[in-house]
């Protein structure tokens, strides 16, 4: 399964994005990643592999060097997220969970689409978060395209996209992988599991 978190803050947001990922731990055994935006230094991402240590020991020395006031991250079983895009829609980060069950058929028609290449996974699989960008990228802008995804994906998506100016959160149209948002005095945060912004303070 797997589980991801974001948060947008007036004040910086890695420790609340720290916890937040952490305490969706239990939803997944393989990767973990951190991406963060500031003004002055742009996107920085981290992902590390948990199979044999705890994420909070993983990204300890990670979040003293990491700053910036929009943040998205993920617990994963599968695919090292979230990935940094860079396409006619802007830069973004994207991060998401769920399960496509068209996954073959939906390559195959990127593909035929202008699409001209995934990156393999170990094991010859596509990283779906990877496939989810590409149709994402197919439409105008994020709102179209993350519409469309959710029109095409037979299965189930929530995601969340973090652009510069803030973040894009969808939660799978059948309801069956939620995302919540949660509030507290001058941020904002999206969850995969409530109990995860409960715990601090949203």
């Known amino acids: 399964m797997g589980g991801i978190f974001g948060v947008a803050s007036k004040s910086d947001c890695v420790m609340d994005l720290f916890f ?7 939803l997944g055994t393989r990767r973990g990643g951190m991406t963060v935006y500031s003004r002055s230094s742009g996107f920085n991402r981290v992902i590390h592999n948990i199979e044999n240590s705890p994420f909070r020991t993983k990204f300890d020395k990670d979040v003293a ?16 997220q979230p990935l940094l895009v860079r396409s006619h829609l802007g830069n973004f980060a994207i991060t998401t969970v769920g399960k496509i069950n068209n996954i073959e ?59 510069p100016k803030g973040i894009y959160a969808a939660r799978d149209k059948m309801g069956r992988t939620p995302i919540v948002v949660g509030h507290k005095e001058g941020a904002y945060c999206l969850s ?11």
């Open 20 to 26: 937040g990922i952490d305490y969706h731990s239990h």
């Open 65 to 80: 060097e990491m700053e910036g006031n929009l943040g998205i991250g993920c617990i994963s079983d599968n695919e090292p």
């Open 105 to 163: 058929a939906l390559v195959e028609k990127c593909f035929k689409d202008g699409h001209t290449h995934f990156l393999e996974m170990s094991g010859g699989d596509i990283n779906a978060t990877e496939l989810v960008a590409a149709i994402v990228n197919q439409k105008d802008n994020l709102v179209e395209g993350i519409q469309y995804a959710q029109e095409i994906i037979e299965g189930s998506m929530t995601l969340l996209i973090m652009t």
């Open 192 to 202: 995969f599991e409530s109990h995860a912004y409960i715990n601090l303070g949203f």
